[in-house]
Nanobody, 120 residues
Framework: QVQLVESGGGSVQPGGSLRLSCAASGSIFRINAMGWYRQAPGKQRELVAV???????NYADSVKGRFTISRDYAKNTAYLQMNSLKPEDTAVYYC??????????????WGQGTQVTVSS
């Protein structure tokens, strides 16, 4: 079993910053991609940023230049640094990761979600 535990959400004023963390633990032989998604009320879940095992990153157009995803491969942890936050960034943010366990079976998991609220 693999668990993803997120932390770092909260409330911030427009223009502020937050840093989200996602720590993966359990039967992990390899992690492929780790990414962040978000879901605002009444909207579908959308990709925010993803980082592959090879170091490639991809961002939603709405967050380019403001958000940065990074990974600590030794700690099986991904981070999302969010700067210049806007009210439209308000959502529940979910971590997602996929990889292989020690039996070389694939796994694919979501975190429990963390609320980010941007409001004055």
């Amino acid at each position: 079993q693999v668990q993803l535990v997120e932390s770092g959400g909260g409330s911030v004023q427009p223009g502020g910053s937050l840093r989200l963390s996602c720590a993966a633990s359990g039967s992990i032989f390899r992690i492929n991609a780790m990414g962040w998604y978000r879901q605002a009320p009444g909207k579908q879940r959308e990709l925010v940023a993803v980082a592959t095992s090879g170091g490639n990153t991809n961002y939603a157009d709405s967050v380019k230049g403001r958000f940065t995803i990074s990974r600590d491969y030794a700690k099986n942890t991904a981070y999302l640094q969010m700067n210049s936050l806007k009210p439209e960034d308000t959502a529940v943010y979910y971590c997602h990761a996929d990889g292989r366990n020690y039996q070389f079976s694939p796994w694919d998991h979501w975190g429990q979600g963390t609320q980010v609220t941007v409001s004055s």
